[in-house]
T-cell receptor, first 112, second 116 residues
Framework: SQKIEQNSEALNIQEGKTATLTCNYTNYSPAYLQWYRQDPGRGPVFLLLIRENEKEKRKERLKVTFDTTLKQSLFHITASQPADSATYLCALESDSNYQLIWGAGTKLIIKP | NAGVMQNPRHLVRRRGQEARLRCSPMKGHSHVYWYRQLPEEGLKFMVYLQKENIIDESGMPKERFSAEFPKEGPSILRIQQVVRGDSAAYFC??????????????FGPGTRLTVL
């Protein structure tokens, strides 16, 4: 069955630098992959979706790449700010299309 | 446009009691999903419902757990005879459809269930 791996260790980045988070999957390549942000005590919030035929997607300071050969998506935040500190989750479609399969998330800490 | 509403935000139950969690999807959304999240873990899918129909309940335990999404009113996740292991955050999400925009889901604030 499909598994998603995100770095379980917190990522500490200096303010102003680029933060890069990794999402690896193990089985079939999904038609799309999504990234969400989750703050403590809150539900996840959708950020970006990238389709299998898209190599890269951008939204303001966010950039997502999708490499179906490596079975990997990278999530970049440029010019990072302390307000970007949160847990970032990747999710991809299951083969049933009814559900999303979720990674455990990577906690990002931006230090001023 | 109000987002996904969940209540209560916090629920404390003693072992053996029943827990009822409510979710009102975003206006115009007819698809509801329930997830469970333990600390430091990812979201675990439980059940997917449309109005008056359970579409996929493969992630929900066969016993003690049930879900409904009636024609009128919120979706309900019901846990009977709760045990300590049921303590978790339960999130509800809604989407417009599973087709487009590719199942983007909007989440509620969650209900934190504590079983004493």
């Amino acid at each position: 069955s499909q598994k998603i791996e995100q770095n379980s260790e917190a990522l500490n980045i200096q303010e102003g630098k680029t933060a890069t988070l990794t999402c690896n999957y193990t089985n079939y390549s999904p038609a799309y992959l999504q990234w969400y942000r989750q703050d403590p005590g809150r539900g996840p919030v959708f950020l970006l979706l990238i389709r299998e035929n898209e190599k890269e997607k951008r939204k303001e300071r966010l950039k997502v790449t999708f490499d179906t050969t490596l079975k990997q998506s990278l999530f970049h935040i440029t010019a990072s700010q302390p307000a970007d500190s949160a847990t970032y989750l990747c999710a991809l479609e299951s083969d049933s299309n009814y559900q999303l399969i979720w990674g455990a998330g990577t906690k990002l800490i931006i230090k001023p | 446009n109000a987002g996904v509403m969940q209540n209560p935000r916090h629920l404390v139950r003693r072992r053996g009691q029943e827990a009822r969690l409510r979710c009102s999807p975003m206006k115009g959304h007819s698809h509801v999903y329930w997830y469970r999240q333990l600390p430091e873990e990812g979201l675990k899918f439980m059940v997917y419902l449309q109005k008056e129909n359970i579409i996929d309940e493969s992630g929900m335990p066969k016993e003690r757990f049930s879900a409904e999404f009636p024609k009128e009113g919120p979706s309900i996740l019901r846990i009977q005879q709760v045990v300590r292991g049921d303590s978790a955050a339960y999130f509800c999400a809604s989407s417009r459809s599973t087709g487009a925009p590719y199942n983007e889901q909007f989440f509620g604030p969650g209900t934190r269930l504590t079983v004493l």
